[in-house]
């Protein structure tokens, strides 16, 4: 199964109290404000959690002389310690918080700074080499023609979600989506709909763990 826009849209109008049309079968005959509740709700539970899925590697290869290189689009991880992923062949880097009052210098990189959407590497690397970059990307899916994207628009668009966790996703992303469309909490329905968006929520975050590995989410 492949969770794309169409499938999600679909199942979202099923839903009972829903008020579309549930036969869609392209994005031409999408309802605006569903697309927006849909996308909503997947934000709200990408961005909730450090799932393992949204893990990635930026590589960087350096070039001599050159110390400024394009950022991946994502939040740079912390290891346990509260230490940027950043390294330099094999040895990590250190984060500079405030790079005004560097010395312009030469060598292998030990450090590094933000610049805007660069990365910034001091000092100014001498030689190749290569900087790897762990981090949690922003994009949620891929278009038709492979494209990373932030946002489902077309109904072809897909979710990057693993075969094992998608039945969950799309049970926590179309419950969230309803309580995203109904417009008051006093509403007959928001409270049950609440209680599944809860429940089906806990339970991606615990099979994202591995099963059988994390006992701290309670059901």
Known sequence: ???????????????E???YDND????AEFEESLVIALNKAILEIYMSHDFNFRDRTHLILTIPRVNAYTLPSGLIKRDANGKYLVKHNSSKLRFIEDASDLTPKTGMPEAFYIKRDKIVLYPTP???GIVTIDYL???IGENAE????????KDSDALSVPIHLEALMKEAIITRTMLNTIASETDENFSAYKKQADKAYKLLVKYSKGVGLDKSVKI
């Open 1 to 15: 199964m492949t969770l794309t826009l169409l499938d999600l849209y679909n199942t979202a109008a099923s839903q």
């Open 24 to 27: 869609a079968v392209s994005d």
């Open 17 to 19: 109290w829903a008020m």
């Open 126 to 128: 001498i030689e190749k």
């Open 146 to 153: 492979g494209d990373e994207i932030y946002s489902l628009q």
């Open 137 to 139: 990307t922003l994009t």
